[in-house]
């Protein structure tokens, strides 16, 4: 079992940036694949970014460069560094854990955080 509880959510105007964390505890952390995944309020959930034990990642195409995705295996912390945030990029961000493919389809992900909500204004 992996428990997931993100942080660093907010609001924060256009083109201004947020980083959000998510501690993971769960002795097995370090064996998967991790990821962000966000739902914006009348759309499917999408995946933003997937990251494997070591530095291989995944961005989604709207990502454009803009966020980046890092996990810090000694503290059982993944991260989401996100620059130049639109008010599209609003939404509840979650962490994911579990899977054991680099993947964004959110079925292959075991365990989920509740969420952080993410406000972009213009």
């Known amino acids: 079992q992996v428990q997931l509880v993100e942080s660093g959510g907010g609001s924060v105007q256009a083109g201004g940036s947020l980083t959000l964390s998510c501690a993971a505890s769960?002795?097995?952390?370090?064996?998967?694949?991790m990821g962000w995944f966000r739902r914006v309020p009348g759309k499917e959930r999408e995946g933003v970014a997937v990251?494997?034990?070591?530095?291989?990642?995944i961005y989604a195409d709207f990502v454009e460069g803009r966020f980046t995705i890092s996990r810090d295996n000694a503290k059982h912390t993944l991260y989401l560094q996100m620059n130049s945030l639109k008010r599209e990029d609003t939404a509840i961000y979650y962490c994911?854990?579990?899977?054991?493919?680099?993947?964004?389809?959110?079925?292959?992900?075991?365990?989920w955080g509740q969420g952080t909500q993410v406000t972009v204004s213009s």
């Open positions: 990251i494997d034990s070591g530095d291989d990642s």
């Open positions: 994911a854990s579990g899977s054991n493919i680099l993947t964004m389809v959110a079925g292959y992900f075991q365990y």
């Open positions: 769960g002795d097995t952390y370090n064996n998967y694949y």
